[in-house]
């Protein structure tokens, strides 16, 4: 905490204490320096009392949301707000069938079966052959596990394998998620729920579906549709023609009876019987859900998405402006969860029509006026993309090296230098400085686009050696059979916990592409690293620095006794540089790392 606070002060004075908020005409340069003041410390994890105090405004605002959707109604006041609610109603008809077939139904659900990454309840590991196949089995009502068995009926060497492992571990019947936290901003923790195993088998099933509503009804594609909001919020900074909407806590606003009046009932059971009814507070507390599910559910965000695009669709039917999506090129709306793009003579209708279903506009976060938009993790002035830095943590040397090249990346496209900023944070570093090409991740070194003249060069392939910080991965073997006690989970609590043998589910998880080489990869609740020895022969070959816009930092020289791991430079002189294909470099500024 003492270092960021010592890196913050050295960045704000870098900067010139920029103070205020954008206004009309704000140069572009002043905006810059102003956006990554506000933007560095905002999300950097709280810690002790601070930490302590973001999860409790957390669990306020959690049990605020559940309490409105318990009292939410929906009541259109006109006729114009009738006639939004029936085509949301139309629309999502059009998810529950394709043409006359019913499109969510028992086996297109049981077909889609996953596990998410995170922890599920009862489960020892995150994976998903110990969540399904190797512990027991948690679900909320009775109705699920006999649903549950019944799709099992149509896959039996999935069949085979639940048998196998309830007959060793059981099953047990829990009264619903339980809330945790998960960081966000240093003033307020993110709320995130833990669903029981089985619940969870249904949601990425059904979210599934709902994601294939999206592609079929609205063309929305949610692993493209941030890059396209971004880039219409990029145009409405420009000419006016879009404004963006950002919602306050909108997965804890979707009132489960408000979705009861919109969900066909043909589907609508499906969500219901999935959903967990009840969460379970830190302390034990237990309390009913009034929203129809939160995160950490599986179908949250695909079905948020496929709310909000009803939402804004049938308002623009409305106002009688015809929805363009798909291959109807330009696009005149786009949603991703509740980050929201409108045409800006619908933006105050489609405001209005949020507000209708129970939803609150994030007026802090919400433009429709003046040369600032920002969607999808694109902040736009004028076009030009101003999104700052936000530094999360220094707990490990990735951590310093992801924001030295960020920083450098945002002083190439700003022009802004920070030699200061940069220094003070190398100098948080614990192990040597290692230097690396730009086709490596932020997190493993500081980027160069020439190699350091000290690397050697292998002999057989003539390539630079050097070494990155790399993330260990880690995974388990998996057991040769049922004899095998080698085989162990990743220590956890100090205890080693042996992995459960069950064949025919080892088969499913091999087939769903879940165990490579005789290995599951887990997530890891606390990170470690590793110096890994690297050879590349295109380390010259990168003629951009990518998200750079046109300027580079290129390595001037450097002290010739660095080896990147055993020694350490000196003085290593950055400079900028600005790139025309064709052209030579010109150079521009220049800053150093001392």
């Not at 506000?38 to 810690?47: A, D, E, Q, V």
């Not at 966000?184 to 579906?209: A, D, W, Y």
């Not at 994601?211 to 079929?216: F, H, I, K, T, V």
């Not at 309390?287 to 709310?307: A, D």
């Given at each position: ?8 002060n050295?960045?704000?004075?870098e900067?010139?204490?920029p ?24 999300k ?12 409790e405004a ?26 939004v ?6 629309l999502?008809e059009?998810?529950a ?40 089995l948690?679900?909320?009502s ?12 149509a ?39 833990t ?9 990425k ?24 909001n971004r880039r ?14 950002d ?6 606003s ?5 979705l009861r ?14 959903r ?5 507070y ?19 965000f ?15 039917q ?12 330009p ?21 209005r ?7 609150s ?19 736009f ?11 999360k943590?220094?707990?490990h ?15 190439s496209r700003?022009?802004?230098m ?8 190398r ?6 400085t290692?230097w ?7 997190a493993?070194g ?9 690397l ?8 630079h ?10 995974s388990?073997?998996?057991?040769e059979?049922?004899?095998d ?11 080693r ?21 005789g ?12 110096i ?12 951009f ?32 540089f600005?790139?025309?294909p064709?052209?030579?470099w ?9």
């Amino acid at each position: 905490m003492q270092d960021f606070a010592a890196i913050s002060n050295v960045l704000q004075e870098e900067l010139g204490f920029p103070e205020g908020n954008l206004f009309e005409g704000i140069p572009l340069e002043t905006a810059n320096r102003l956006w990554l003041s506000k933007s560095f410390g905002k999300k950097f994890l709280p810690s002790g009392p601070s930490e302590k105090m973001a999860n409790e405004a957390c669990l306020t605002l959690f049990k605020e949301n559940n309490a409105k959707c318990a009292t939410f109604v929906l009541q259109p006041l006109c006729l114009a707000e009738e006639e939004v609610v029936e085509r949301v109603k139309l629309l999502f008809e059009r998810l529950a069938f394709c043409g006359p077939e019913l499109f969510i139904d028992r086996e297109s659900i049981c077909s889609r079966f996953m596990t998410g990454p995170g922890a599920s309840q009862l489960a020892i590991s995150g994976d998903f052959y110990s969540k399904v196949f190797a512990g027991k089995l948690s679900y909320t009502s009775e109705l699920l596990h006999r649903v549950y068995h019944d799709c099992l009926k149509a896959y039996p060497l999935w069949r085979a394998g639940e048998i196998f492992r309830s007959s060793t571990y059981g099953e047990q019947q829990v009264v619903g998620n339980r809330l945790s936290f998960a960081p966000k901003t240093f003033v307020i923790s993110r709320s995130i729920c833990t669903e029981p195993n089985l619940n969870m088998l249904f949601q990425k099933g059904l979210g599934s579906c709902v994601e294939d509503g999206l592609r079929r009804v609205f063309k929305i594609d949610l692993s493209k549709q941030p890059t396209l909001n971004r880039r219409m919020a990029r145009i409405g900074s420009f000419d006016g023609s879009f404004g963006t909407i950002d919602l306050s806590s909108a997965s804890d606003s979707m009132s489960l009876e408000t979705l009861r009046k919109l969900i066909p009932p043909v589907i609508f059971k499906w969500f219901e019987l999935a959903r967990s009814g009840f969460v379970t507070y830190p302390g034990g507390v237990v309390e009913q859900l009034h929203m129809i599910s939160s995160m950490g559910n599986g179908f949250t965000f695909p079905l948020q998405t496929y709310l909000f695009s009803s939402i804004v669709v049938a308002a623009y039917q409305t106002l009688g402006v015809k929805p363009r999506f798909g291959k109807e090129a330009p696009l005149n709306f786009g949603v991703f969860g509740d980050d929201i793009v409108v045409r800006k003579d619908c933006y105050d209708f489609v405001i209005r029509c949020l507000e209708l279903f129970g939803f609150s506009v994030n007026g802090d976060k919400s433009f429709n006026s003046g040369g600032f938009r920002e969607s999808c993790g694109g902040d736009f002035l004028r076009s030009h993309e101003i999104r700052g830095v936000y530094l999360k943590s220094l707990n490990h040397d990735a951590d310093v090296y992801s924001a030295i090249n960020r920083l450098i990346r945002w002083s190439s496209r700003t022009g802004i230098m920070l030699p200061l900023t940069v220094a003070a944070l190398r100098g948080v570093l614990r192990g040597q400085t290692l230097w690396i090409p730009w086709k490596d991740g932020d997190a493993e070194g500081i980027k160069v686009p020439t190699p350091p003249t000290s690397l050697k060069v292998a002999k057989s392939t003539q390539g630079h050696i050097y070494f990155a910080l790399v993330k260990r991965k880690q995974s388990f073997r998996l057991p040769e059979d049922a004899s095998d006690t080698k085989a162990v989970y990743p220590l956890k609590n100090g205890k080693r916990t042996k992995v459960f043998f069950n064949p025919d589910g080892l088969m499913v998880s091999v087939v769903a592409s879940f165990i490579r080489s005789g290995r599951i990869m887990v997530r890891s609740d606390h990170d470690t690293f590793k110096i890994q020895r690297r050879i590349t022969s295109s380390w010259q070959g990168m003629s951009f620095a990518p998200d750079a816009s046109q300027l580079l930092v290129r390595l001037a020289s450097l002290d010739q006794g660095n080896t990147g791991v055993e020694g350490d430079s000196s003085d290593l002189t950055m400079v900028g540089f600005l790139f025309s294909p064709g052209s030579d470099w010109e150079v521009v500024s220049g800053f150093y790392f001392n």
